[in-house]
């Protein structure tokens, strides 16, 4: 946003306040605009991820879609100001009464926009906007229907005072009521319970769009304070700029296809590869790989691969090294950290291998929102396309986004180890209990996704208790560390990253890079702290699929142990469980790391 005006960084308005997002200003409230309300993307800047391109295309219908990154907040000397346009939202004020006030009641005049004067007052009295409005989780966002609702359904055409009175100072919906000068009233709390219809259907409208720009809508329309933190979900699509091996392998097969065109599996392919030439030029790349290529090629090269299957792959094959060799790469630049470094003890024989990654980029982009209900990513970094989400224009055609660039460390289990523990029984209960729990929460939303297996939830939860000690002595705090779990089943491979990066150019400094170096110390960390939690054993004994309080995707998991700022969870903080992980109290036979004696 322009410098005369209220300003946010570029990465808050792909993380919170993007088109549709509802914002407060020093005196006024208002609904960040469309991308229509934007400057021209001519005078953007351009951000440039093929990969990213490629998903918005496939999976939004969009030809060739572009990335743009927001307006700076303060223009360079000389260059004009830009800015993002923001539309005055709620149309409904509250007038700053005084006579009308005692003890603790007070009771306030509703008035709509078309009330106010130039100067936005009313009969010289100031007005604040009302905080309560109407949406769905569709994203679709209106003014709450004053008349409607305290008339209930039919207001006779009844255009007398509206009033909302407060009893108390708490301002809870128990103590608001909407009172008209007729002699109607009703308690704000009734507005709540939107499975009634208090509020109506949900008329659909997209004013950060237009005021007259709609959607039919069969939802109930919900009561939701604009202050709220379930006003606005974004729904980002991140990837790491990574190269993609697949893509430089099948161009490369592409060129001896004339040879393999007959390969179908290994074995053919080990025949081929007796000539000299053939083995040359595939020398570096695994039989499998080149043989997926060739099988992708035969299927017309239209094979989509998720984001993370593309970094994993970038990721394992990196050289050994401590990173120091040049020229570097600014986008990807890792190194596998040799084993006499940081391998010291037992603790870590579930470890495979530890990388160094040095330098990344990683580019955001803000594909739509929700309102209520959040939206989160499958384990392979997909969104699920089913879901109904906000448009951020009428008919888009570019996306914003912002890029970062930073650096992270990876770990590799073994997937021997991996195999091992799975095939425990004390394992496969407790995975099956948190698949019940699962189950439950995938029927109460009536979503339809699989579950994502015990190796995630052990990865995710290692991953937020190594995040916790490396905070403590990397110099960057734990609110700016996240993560990337990888899951391949088919490939047999299990990893986690957890990186920071920045909007800076340069990036970051190195001081989470270096930790890996003593690895064996943070997990050790980890093990300690989650094996005994401030709230166990509430927290050891809590069953996923039991319990009122309805936590079906935690497992042995809460605020004093495992969970960990959202900005640093890829998941929302679900799919959690200390049992996985190290012994706990309730369940002492399922961990994949055991504490040293």
């Not at 970094?311 to 990196?318: F, G, K, Q, S, T």
């Not at 470890?351 to 990344?360: F, Y």
């Not at 339809?448 to 290692?462: C, E, F, I, K």
């Not at 640093?568 to 903080?573: A, D, G, K, L, P």
Request: charged letters at 25%; glycine letters at 8%.
């Amino acid at each position: 946003m322009s410098s005369k005006y209220p300003t946010v960084r570029r990465s808050q308005v792909i993380t919170t306040w993007g088109p549709g997002a509802l914002i407060d200003l020093p005196r006024h409230a208002g609904i960040v605009g469309s991308l229509e309300a934007w400057p021209n993307p001519g005078d953007l800047e351009e951000i440039v991820d093929q990969r990213i391109a490629q998903k918005l295309a496939l999976f939004m219908g969009i030809a060739a879609p572009k990335l743009y990154a927001p307006p700076p907040d303060t223009a360079a000397p000389g260059e004009k100001d830009q800015g993002i346009g923001v539309k005055r939202f709620p149309q409904w004020f509250l007038v700053q009464e005084n006579a009308a006030s005692s003890g603790s009641f007070r009771s306030r005049r509703l008035v709509q926009h078309k009330a106010l004067d130039e100067r936005w007052r009313f009969d010289g009295l100031e007005v604040v906007p009302t905080r309560f409005v109407r949406a769905c989780p569709r994203g679709h966002v209106a003014d709450l229907p004053w008349r409607r609702f305290v008339h209930r359904t039919d207001d006779n055409g009844c255009l007398q005072q509206l009033w909302l009175d407060e009893q108390g100072t708490g301002g809870d919906l128990g103590d608001l009521t909407v009172r008209c000068e007729c002699g109607k009233k009703r308690g704000l709390h009734e507005a709540a319970e939107f499975e009634s219809f208090a509020l109506g259907r949900c008329p659909g409208t997209r004013p950060w769009i237009g005021w007259e720009a709609r959607e039919d809508c069969e939802l109930p329309g919900r009561l939701l304070i604009r202050t709220a933190a379930n006003a606005y979900f974004p729904q980002v699509l991140s990837a790491l700029s990574l190269p993609d091996r697949q893509t430089g392998l099948t161009k490369l097969v592409a060129g001896l296809w004339d040879f393999l065109e007959m390969v179908d599996d290994e074995s053919d392919l080990a025949v081929f590869k007796k000539k000299p030439t053939i083995a040359a030029k595939l020398s570096g790349h695994d039989d499998a790989d080149v043989v997926a290529a060739i099988k992708d090629l035969k299927g017309g090269g239209t094979a989509e691969r998720p984001v993370k299957q593309v970094e994993l792959d970038a990721i394992l094959h990196v050289p050994e090294g401590f990173g120091d060799d040049v020229p570097v790469d600014p986008n990807f630049h890792a190194r596998r950290l040799p084993e006499l470094v940081w391998r010291k003890t037992p603790l870590s024989d579930g470890i495979a291998a530890v990388i160094q990654v040095h330098r990344l980029r990683e580019v955001l982009t803000l594909t739509g929102f929700t309102r209520f209900e959040a939206v989160v990513p499958d384990i392979d970094g997909e969104y699920d396309t089913d879901v109904v989400r906000a448009e951020l224009a009428d008919e888009p055609t570019w996306f914003p986004a912002v890029e970062n660039r930073g650096e992270g460390i990876f770990l590799l289990l073994a997937s021997a180890a991996v195999q091992s523990w799975l095939a425990r029984s004390e394992v496969k209960k407790r995975v099956d209990q948190l698949r019940d729990g699962f189950d439950r929460w995938a029927a109460d939303r009536k979503v339809q996704r699989p579950y994502p297996g015990g190796p995630y939830v052990l990865l995710h939860t290692l991953s937020h208790l190594m995040l916790q000690s490396l905070s403590m002595r990397c110099g960057y705090p734990a609110s700016s560390i996240r993560e990337r779990i990888y899951v391949d089943t088919d490939g047999d491979r299990y990893g986690l990253m957890l990186y920071t990066a920045s909007s800076d150019a340069e990036g970051t400094l190195g001081g989470l890079v270096q930790q890996a170096r003593d690895i064996e110390e943070h997990l050790a960390a980890a093990v300690r702290s989650g094996g005994l939690c401030s709230n166990d054993p509430i927290c050891a004994q809590h069953s996923p699929g039991e319990g009122f309080e309805a936590r079906w995707l935690h497992g042995a998991a809460c605020h004093g142990c495992a969970l960990i700022a959202e900005t640093s969870c890829e998941m929302r903080n679900d799919h959690l469980d200390r049992a996985l992980v190290v012994p706990t109290l309730a369940v002492p036979a399922a961990a994949f790391f055991v504490p040293l004696a």
